[in-house]
Nanobody, 124 residues
Framework: QVQLVESGGGLVQAGGSLRLSCAASGRTSSVYGMGWFRRAPGKEREFVAAITWSGGSTFYADSVKGRFTISRDSAKNTVYLQMNSLKPEDTAVYYC?????????????????WGQGTQVTVSS
């Protein structure tokens, strides 16, 4: 079992930046990919970004390409989501997730472990 704890959410004005962190603990040797998803009020959960743990290949939703950057620190078992040029439509609860596979990471069904989520609110 892998436990995930997110941090770094908050309130920011449009155009600002935030960095989310997700620390993994437990059976981290079983993690091959990690991702970020978000759920806005009244909307379905959607894919944001993902990264393979070994090679560091990254994947992004079209809505965040060029603004968000996912990275990982293998030594710290931590994945980050740097969010720049934030827009009000980025407002959501952001969830970190860990996968036992390194493909299909744009699909929530590929992830076995999930964090509790952290709120990001972007004001206009």
């Amino acid at each position: 079992q892998v436990q995930l704890v997110e941090s770094g959410g908050g309130l920011v004005q449009a155009g600002g930046s935030l960095r989310l962190s997700c620390a993994a603990s437990g059976r981290t040797s079983s993690v091959y990919g990690m991702g970020w998803f978000r759920r806005a009020p009244g909307k379905e959960r959607e894919f944001v970004a993902a990264i393979t743990w070994s090679g560091g290949s990254t994947f992004y939703a079209d809505s965040v390409k060029g603004r968000f950057t996912i990275s990982r620190d293998s030594a710290k078992n931590t994945v980050y989501l740097q969010m720049n040029s934030l827009k009000p439509e980025d407002t959501a609860v952001y969830y970190c997730a860990a996968s036992k596979i390194n493909y299909g990471l744009e699909y929530a069904s590929s992830f076995a472990s999930w964090g509790q989520g952290t709120q990001v609110t972007v004001s206009s």
